[in-house]
């Protein structure tokens, strides 16, 4: 299965800021998706982010708030704009492996809006 | 988005016994996955399901595709410590995965 590098792990914000997070993996992959999980909460996916093409985003996220990048084939990032404290989750990527592999996720960024 | 059922929300076992979780949909799915997730951690694949009434084991987990394709069930045996942790149901819907309101399981030594 893939290995996926995210950063930062963690991070505390003031509200009001913006935070980028990166994604990046060993191998190629066509399809790559970010989710939050809310403390407590299980994972909600925010946007599918496809090389060369805008980033598609579920009901209730949209790109002003969450601007996705998605460069090349290896690499993405979601950005969380104007933070407020509502903000504040566990930010994942995630990518689709093959049938035997499903869905591999990235370690995840804490944030923290204070 | 669609959201999972999945119970029992918590669990308090002692070392040694068996776990039993579930996960109910009202729609169909093509795929189930079971993930783990440790504390500060991503969601760990543990076992794919992509038929239904397929019975699928690795070590001590065994999971289950229901027959009507809306449900899922994970069972581990003679649970250890290192079970400790958020277990997530997924189900596979149109092109993307739906996820399960998870199990936070707790082994006592």
């Known amino acids: 299965s893939a290995v996926i590098s995210q950063k930062p792990s963690r991070d505390i914000c003031q509200r009001g800021t913006s935070l980028t997070i990166q994604c990046q993996v060993d191998?190629?992959?066509?399809?790559m998706f970010w989710y939050r999980q809310q403390p407590g909460q299980s994972l909600t996916l925010i946007a599918t982010a496809n090389q060369g093409s805008e980033a598609t985003y579920e009901s209730g996220f949209v790109i002003d708030k969450f601007p996705i990048s998605r460069p090349n084939l290896t690499f993405s990032t979601l950005t969380v704009s104007n933070m407020s404290p509502e903000d504040s989750s566990i930010y994942l990527c995630?990518?689709?492996?093959?049938?035997?592999?499903?869905?591999?996720f990235g370690s995840g960024t804490r944030l923290t809006v204070v | 988005g669609q959201q999972l059922n999945q119970s029992p929300q918590s669990m308090f076992i002692q070392e040694g016994e068996d776990v039993s979780m579930n996960c109910t949909s009202s729609?169909?799915?093509?795929?189930w996955l079971w993930y783990k997730q440790d504390p500060g951690e991503g969601p760990v694949l543990l076992i794919a399901l992509y038929k239904a009434g397929e019975l699928t084991s690795n070590g001590r987990l065994t999971a289950q595709f229901g027959i009507t394709r809306k449900d899922s069930f994970l069972n581990i045996s003679a649970s250890i410590p290192s079970d400790v942790g958020i277990y997530f149901c997924?189900?596979?819907?149109?092109?993307?995965?739906?996820f399960g309101t998870g199990t936070s399981l707790t082994v006592i030594p």
């Open positions: 191998s190629q992959v066509t399809m």
């Open positions: 729609s169909i799915f093509n795929t």
């Open positions: 995630s990518v689709a492996g093959d049938r035997e592999y499903g869905y591999t």
């Open positions: 997924a189900g596979l819907g149109g092109n993307q995965f739906y």
